[in-house]
């Protein structure tokens, strides 16, 4: 879940630009923040652990100068927490290549083999980024000897290509290309997101911008164009011409966590109001509290992303909505803290309640999703010691089973309280009254209905079903002891519990 962001610019102020648009990616990483502009001649880059605000200051105004350049925030789903393995990443040939990446190549170790054995290439990293980057660079050289260095879009689009038939999983990526422009490109299945936007503000000729989300365009004038298809590349040269190549034949089945948890409520992803999929998902919701027909005094949500589900239920049920969770906005977000621990302690510094709404009432607390289970425990003693009679709580997103794979901080069997566990052990484990989680057919209908033409949606989280068909038991099971999984993750207890492989996507 990192956010990524590429502007090919007519002016040499793009890292002012790129600041503006990274701050509204920051909620897709906290880790790592890293810029890089092109000013035709040289690239300069910086990064660093930390947030934007606090990895660029203004004299970087004046160092990171050029007319092109791309960012990207990063919390790390592989490898260590490590400045070094922030991106962008950089190979000085051919051409010289810098490359920024969302998503998970989940056929790693087969393509780290190529690299450094066939290719002989030293990777300086644990990061899949790095060697997505350097099959790309190799393949490119391919394309150059095959059809000399005249036609350099063709040599990378054909490098593309080429990248797309080698490496498997989920990729979102922008690059800057040293003497040819900046490339975007998205894996056959579309799993992560990716859009282009243009701006002409003179009439003198167009600028292009590549996101995760479209909500950073807006800040700097840009106007959306359309996503970027599965399995497209997308070129902007050097004089701002935008070319187009389909490289392989792709059909659109895009992460439905997305929607749950991961993208802002005012993007749009493939055609899909995350805001308005909340609401739909809000209104199947109610249709299952109101079956059980449990006393319930108020409805609270888990601030923030919980906000419109919980307030649709309400609308649908007649219960009345208050805000008795008080958010501490100055601190992140538990999901993405760095380590099992660090999340735990966070709760407290991150939310309050409001004893006066939950003295001597049963409140049902809506949540996103329940992933790991120890914020919500921690919020449900923390609703207890406020007064509460009774604990309810409804999730917006099914029970998370399985590992994602692709590219979210949840690659492991350990941590997922759902996994091998009943809904009545869940309760338990969760310690709360009732437990109502939304039905994935229900959670399907919320999303496709804002655009019936994705047919599919990645939900492997949800029912273990991976699009891309190479995750295996043994895939699983190498890369909970492999050095690629994070140490925030590595340090997890792991539970006892057994992988059914029936539930795997053949």
Same mark, same amino acid.
């Given at each position: ?53 606090? $990895? ?47 998503? %998970? ?12 054995? &066939? ?31 005249? #036609? ?8 593309? &290509? ?75 040269? +050097?004089?701002? %011409? ?20 991961? *993208? ?62 008080? &958010? ?22 991150? +939310? ?14 809506? #949540? ?19 007064? *509460? ?30 996994? #091998? ?10 310690? $709360? ?54 140490? &925030? ?10 992988? %059914? ?6």
């Amino acid at each position: 879940m990192c956010g990524i962001l590429g502007i090919a610019n007519r002016n040499d102020h793009v890292f002012a630009e790129l600041y503006d648009g990274l701050l509204m990616l920051q909620h897709r990483g906290q880790d790592a923040s890293g810029i890089v502009t092109y000013d035709n001649d040289f690239f300069r880059e910086r990064k660093a652990n930390g947030l934007v605000k606090d $990895v660029f200051g203004p004299s970087d105004a004046d160092t990171l100068r050029g007319m092109m350049g791309m960012g990207h925030v990063r919390y790390p789903t592989a490898g260590s927490l490590s400045a070094a393995e922030a991106q962008p990443f950089f190979v000085n040939a051919p051409y010289g290549i810098y490359l920024v990446h969302n998503g %998970n190549i989940t056929n790693t170790e087969e393509q780290r083999e190529k690299v450094t054995g &066939k290719y002989s290439r030293h990777l300086r990293t644990t990061s899949d980024s790095e060697i997505l980057l350097n099959v790309l660079a190799d393949k490119v050289a391919d394309a150059i000897k095959v059809n000399g260095n005249m #036609d350099p879009v063709r040599n990378i689009f054909a490098g593309v &290509k080429m990248t797309m038939e080698r490496v498997q999983g989920a990729y979102s990526v922008i690059c800057m290309i040293a003497g040819v422009g900046m490339l975007a490109f998205r894996d056959p299945h579309g799993i992560r997101p990716l859009s282009v936007a243009k701006r002409d503000e003179d009439g003198q000729g167009d600028d292009y911008a590549f996101a995760s989300e479209d909500v950073a365009f807006g800040i700097n004038g840009f106007q959306k164009l359309r996503d970027v298809k599965p399995g497209e590349a997308l070129l902007v040269d +050097l004089d701002g %011409n935008l070319h187009e190549f389909q490289a392989v034949e792709g059909k659109l089945t895009p992460c439905i966590f997305e929607y749950v948890y991961l *993208a802002r409520p005012d993007s749009m992803l493939d055609g899909i109001s995350v805001y308005k999929s909340q609401l739909r998902m809000g209104q199947t919701l109610a249709k299952q509290i109101a079956e059980l027909d449990l006393d319930i005094d108020a409805i609270i949500p888990v601030p923030d992303s919980a906000r419109p589900v919980a307030l649709e239920v309400s609308n649908a049920t007649g219960i009345r909505y208050r805000e008795a969770l008080v &958010k501490n906005r100055y601190v992140g977000r538990t999901f993405i803290m760095p380590g099992q621990e660090e999340r735990q302690k966070s709760v407290r510094r991150k +939310l309050n309640a409001v004893p006066l709404e939950m003295k001597d009432r049963n409140i049902l607390l809506i #949540d996103d999703s329940i992933v790991r289970g120890n914020t919500i425990k921690k919020i449900v003693e923390m609703c207890r010691e406020a007064g *509460a009679k009774k604990v309810y709580i409804a999730s917006a997103s099914p029970p998370v089973k399985f590992p994602n794979v692709y590219g979210i901080d949840m690659p492991t069997r350990h941590e997922l309280v759902a996994h #091998d566990r009943t809904i009545a052990e869940i309760r338990e484990e969760l310690g $709360v009254d009732e437990l109502i989680y939304q039905r994935l057919e229900d959670l399907v209908w919320a999303a496709q209905e804002g655009n019936p033409e994705i047919k599919e949606f990645d939900c492997s989280c949800f029912d273990g079903n991976y699009v891309t068909g190479n995750i295996t038991e043994d895939y699983l099971a190498n890369l909970e002891g492999s050095t690629r999984v994070s140490k &925030k993750i590595k340090d997890m207890p792991t539970p006892g519990s057994s992988w %059914n492989s029936a539930t795997m996507a053949s």
